[in-house]
């Protein structure tokens, strides 16, 4: 038994272990005393280090079913102890050879377990087990097991070929026997618990990849029947054709597992209707989970038929899941009220599934079927309803209707492609409905528009990020607009001009802008952008800029100017900087269509392209000096327009040439009207102007160019640097204590660390790091920020609540070094004298904890952002456990020597940090207001706790159970729990993909627990 963990064992204790075992076994077999046998197993497989007991038992046990347990010990015991195994504890608990007798022997147990022959709770801990045993070889899900990769490739081979099918029928067969109860109502909590986790390993089996099946299936036919030949890459979703040959057909498809799956779920779902939680349940959640996998059934395990048989698949589970997403506007209403919106999401997904198989057309036609409209209507219906959901509440993150626009709009773009590529035409139908949707899609927008045009916020961290996304979403409408433009381009041009006909100097303008224009006129587009450019340009008349162009307005028009640019004063032709025109005029007319090349040439016809990069130039210092403080806006500006006019160099040419352009370059240099620009913008209006040198012919000229543009904010530099008082000056205390300049020196670090961190090698981040914990600490020492709430009652004001801006930026500070991963870059670094992050964030935290009051929170504009507070103190939490995790794996102690004082049950107690946060943290899930939308932080600071504390976490958890006097609160309650760490397949790592796994177990808990628990 050598190179197993734990200490030495004792002969005597490994036989009694192997007896009490083999006693429980016989007992449950024989249906005598259950519980206490169940709890003699159970103590097994919770043990720590199990590892030379269950050796022991497999070796020398001649009981089958003792054997089995012991197997599943040790896969327990290493799921929750991987972490600090050794190598070679690691390759001693895998290799392990058992004859074919003794596999024969094993795997009937596992059988006899799985179709519940001993009992429910066997039978869910054997299917457990299945299910880890399948995610743990299946190469999408499979860890870092310090083998051999050829031993890794033998297993999946062996599972797929020898095993897998057989697990599904197990499994199937445990839901078969199990049905009946559930759907009369009379299962108990291990029955339902049995059933979800046959689902869960059914799905489990279908997320494999196969790649020794057996394939007959003619791919032509598959189509012409309107079938891809291979999965589809999607931009946000994962999507891979489940493909286990024609070995499986029998199981899958001939014996009519989907129908039975389908009538099972419909049917348990009419059951269960008058209990609002059913919905999010394991039962429900796992099998509709299922059902969207087996949409992604295709080749060769359906018959060779012209794909019908596959087609009524389709059919079939379109038919039973358009009960969830149908109709939409009551299914939405529905959930605007509180109802759960998980099959709505899965039903969207099933579309998405089924879009990614089809062709456009073949998508249409499934629903047609069983309505009198094609698939594609109820997708424009699901769309819409989406849309306002995501607008009415687009402050919030990761809420239902942004998590369905995204899937929906994923299916737009895979249908959609299929039309840009000729490979499927829309129906009438179809683009009538895309029409319909483009149509609702814009004015929905402007509705919100109208709604939040005046809205006042200094939400501005992370907008590069949001405009980037919106850039991505008016993509994916211009899409669905392009599908149907016979419609959707004369409506935006009418929607428009009724909108600019409300100002009074409009319609004149607007009629003499097309008076003189004969052919190109008669093009939309043109029109559209002729009219909006028009438009536009009254912004700089201040008197009309005052009374019509609003903060979101002004956004608009600079992300049209920047789309406009580079899509239409760009021509395909161009040559050495120049518009080529003439080439544009001699290209054959029967060879090109007269619309590009209208397209092509209009916005530089009578010199109108200099005309509008001048006024491109002019807009923009209209925006950078008169809207301060919009930073939304200056961001669209400077890392938009103006980046987009300096990309083409023969834009560029021009714009270097204007004097509007040399105005924008002395403000820049000389002026102060641009030092309200934050520094990320300061820093990208600076490479713009930059760039634009490339573009200066004359080496000299543009070598002058830059010296002018850098040369005065150099001067500034070397002029203060060189000051023989600096020193003095810098320490005076209204240049040191003025809340202003420590607002900048705080806001400079935070955008430093920001957008720098993770460019720099392990010795400068440590000097980086080390300068962070110096400028906590002074902060600290002098107690900035700590102002007596009581001493001044106009600190009440809005604008007095600015003097807290400080504490935002600390919270931003402690995010930002979390962000960047450099826990993990400088806990693995060599470099003699580096500085402990978790040492700065601990300061940064004891900072920040007692300026966070239920006072302060009154103030108008913290009030605002609690939760924005609360989610960073979560940050800075994880951080602190990863970190204390990590070092802990390492061998290292980690943060164990700093204690804190807490309140337990018996009085106070001094505890580890992480302890200390455990507690609180259940406190808050618990007991306290906590607001779902912070599920994902609280759940990223959550497991790092428990794989520190997981002793800790089991005591308190069993302490929560013993108080619940409510036997059923009690039962559910510890549903949740177990399923909280035993579902999903998580490990004990903090890789991002076991986080997000605990991110979603995590929030199903919390759903389940809503309806007793105080969560909202």
């Not at 004063?569 to 007269?594: F, I, M």
């Not at 309650?973 to 177990?1001: C, E, I, V, W, Y």
Request: charged share 20%.
């Amino acid at each position: 038994m050598q190179g197993f963990p734990g200490g030495a064992p004792d002969p005597q204790q490994l036989q009694a272990t192997m007896l009490a075992i083999e006693q429980a076994c016989s007992l449950i077999q024989m249906h005598m005393s259950p519980a206490d046998a169940e709890k003699v197993i159970s103590s097994l497989h919770s043990s720590p280090m199990p590892y030379h007991a269950c050796r022991f038992i497999l070796e020398t046990s001649l009981m089958a079913n003792a054997r089995f347990q012991a197997a599943g010990a040790i896969g327990d015991a290493a799921i929750r102890e991987w972490g600090i195994l050794s190598d070679d504890n690691k390759k001693s608990l895998i290799v392990v050879e058992f004859s074919d007798q003794e596999k024969a022997a094993i795997f009937f147990e596992i059988e006899q377990s799985i179709r519940g022959i001993h009992g429910p709770s066997r039978q869910f801990a054997t299917i457990n087990f299945l299910e880890a045993l399948v995610s743990e070889f299946s190469p999408a899900t499979a860890s870092a097991m310090c083998l051999p990769k050829e031993f890794h490739e033998q297993c999946q081979w062996s599972l797929e070929v020898k095993f897998l099918k057989d697990f599904y029928c197990w499994a199937q067969a445990a839901v078969f026997n199990t049905a009946d109860t559930i759907l009369n109502g009379n299962a108990g909590v291990a029955e339902e618990k049995a059933c979800s986790a046959a689902f869960r390993l059914m799905f489990q089996i279908l997320s494999w990849s196969f790649k020794h099946n057996v394939e007959h299936a003619n791919p032509e036919a598959k189509i012409n029947s309107g079938f891809r030949s291979d999965a589809i890459n999607l931009k946000k979703f994962e999507r891979s054709l489940v493909k286990p040959g024609s070995l499986w057909s029998d199981v899958l498809i001939s014996s009519g597992h989907t129908t039975w799956v389908l009538n099972f779920y419909t049917n348990a779902r009419q059951k269960f209707s008058y209990d609002t939680l059913w919905v999010d349940s394991p039962i429900a959640t796992s099998c509709r989970q299922l059902i969207v996998q087996l949409c992604s059934l295709a080749g060769s395990v359906f018959p060779n038929d012209n794909a019908d048989a596959q087609i009524k698949h389709l059919v079939h589970i379109l038919s039973a899941a358009i009960l969830w997403i149908e109709p939409p506007d009551v299914i939405a209403t529905s959930i605007r009220s509180g109802a759960s919106e998980s099959e709505f999401l899965d039903g969207c997904h099933i579309l998405l599934s089924m879009a990614s198989l089809t062709t456009c057309s073949l998508f249409d036609n499934l629903l047609k079927s069983m309505r009198h409209y094609g698939t594609i209507n109820l997708l424009s219906a699901l769309t819409s309803e989406a849309v306002k959901s995501f607008l009415d509440n687009q402050n919030e993150e990761e809420t239902w209707g942004s998590e369905a626009l995204d899937i929906l709009l994923e299916t737009w773009s895979v249908i959609l492609g299929d039309i840009d590529t000729d490979k499927s035409p829309m129906s009438v139908d179809g683009a009538m409905a895309a029409s319909s949707l483009f149509k609702i899609i814009v004015e929905s927008h402007l509705k919100a528009a109208a709604e939040s045009a005046f809205e006042d916020t200094d939400d501005a961290e992370y907008f590069h990020v949001s405009v980037s996304k919106r850039d991505e979403q008016l993509a994916l409408y211009a899409q669905i607009a392009r599908s149907a433009a016979d419609t959707t381009i004369p409506f935006l041009a009418q929607l428009f001009s009724e909108r600019f006909a409300r100002l009074s100097q409009i319609p004149e303008a607007l009629q003499a802008g097309f008076s003189n224009v004969v052919e190109v006129a008669q093009h939309p587009v043109v029109a559209l952008s002729w009219s909006i450019i028009n438009f536009s340009r009254q912004c700089l008349d201040p008197g009309i800029r005052a009374r019509y162009f609003s903060p979101r307005l002004m956004e608009a028009v600079i992300w049209f100017l920047a789309r406009w640019v580079a899509t239409y004063l760009v021509p395909l032709d161009v040559s050495r900087g120049q518009v080529n025109r003439a080439e544009l005029n001699s290209v054959d007319k029967h060879a090109v269509q007269h619309s590009r090349k209208v397209l092509n040439s209009f916005a530089w016809e009578n010199n109108q392209g200099e005309l509008v990069l001048d006024f491109v130039v002019l807009i923009s210092m209209v925006a950078l000096t008169t809207y301060q403080g919009e930073t939304e806006l200056q961001t669209l500006t400077c890392q938009k327009l103006l980046a987009t006019v300096v990309r083409r160099k023969h834009t560029c040419t021009y714009i270097v040439q204007l004097d509007s352009w040399r105005d924008l370059t002395r403000a820049f240099a000389s002026g102060r009207s641009l030092f309200s620009l934050s520094g990320r913008l300061q820093r990208s209006l600076a490479e713009t102007l930059a760039c634009a040198a490339s573009c200066i012919k004359d080496p000299e000229a543009s070598v002058q160019y830059l010296r002018d543009l850098m040369g005065p904010v150099a001067g500034c530099l070397v002029e203060n640097a060189s000051r023989s008082d600096l020193k003095s000056v810098a320490q005076q205390a209204d240049v040191v204590y003025m809340s202003a300049v420590i607002y900048m020196i705080l806001k400079f670090v935070v955008d430093f660390v920001d957008g720098q961190a993770v460019f720099l090698d392990a010795k400068e981040t440590s000097v980086l790091v080390s300068f962070c914990l110096k400028l906590l600490q002074i902060y600290s020492s002098h107690n900035i920020g700590k102002v007596m709430l009581s001493l001044s009652s106009s600190l009440r004001s809005e604008s007095q609540a600015e003097k807290y801006k400080d504490l935002r930026a600390l919270l931003r500070l402690l995010t930002n070094i979390c962000s960047k991963d450099l826990v993990g870059f400088l806990s693995d670094s060599s470099i003699e004298g580096s500085q402990d992050i978790a040492e700065v964030i601990y300061v940064g935290v004891d900072i920040v904890t007692p300026l966070i009051s239920l006072d302060l929170l009154k103030y108008p504009k913290l009030s605002r952002d609690d939760s924005d507070i609360v989610e960073r103190c979560l940050t800075a939490i994880n951080a602190l456990a990863s970190y204390h995790f990590k070092e802990r794996v390492g061998g290292r102690c980690g943060l164990s020597s700093q204690l804190m004082e807490s309140e337990g049950s018996n009085g106070k107690l001094q505890e580890s940090i992480s302890s200390h946060f455990l507690r609180l943290l259940l406190q808050l899930l618990l007991f306290e207001d906590f607001r779902m939308e912070l599920a994902g932080s609280a759940a990223d600071a959550l497991l790092p706790l428990i794989l520190c504390e997981h002793e800790l976490y089991q005591r308190l958890v069993q302490e929560l159970l013993e108080k619940q006097q409510n036997p059923t609160v009690k039962s559910r309650l510890g549903m949740a729990f177990h399923n909280l760490t035993s579902s999903n397949n998580l490990s004990n790592s903090l890789d991002r993909p076991n986080r997000q796994r605990f991110r979603k177990s995590l929030r199903t808990f919390l759903g389940d627990v809503s309806g007793f628990m105080q969560i909202k």
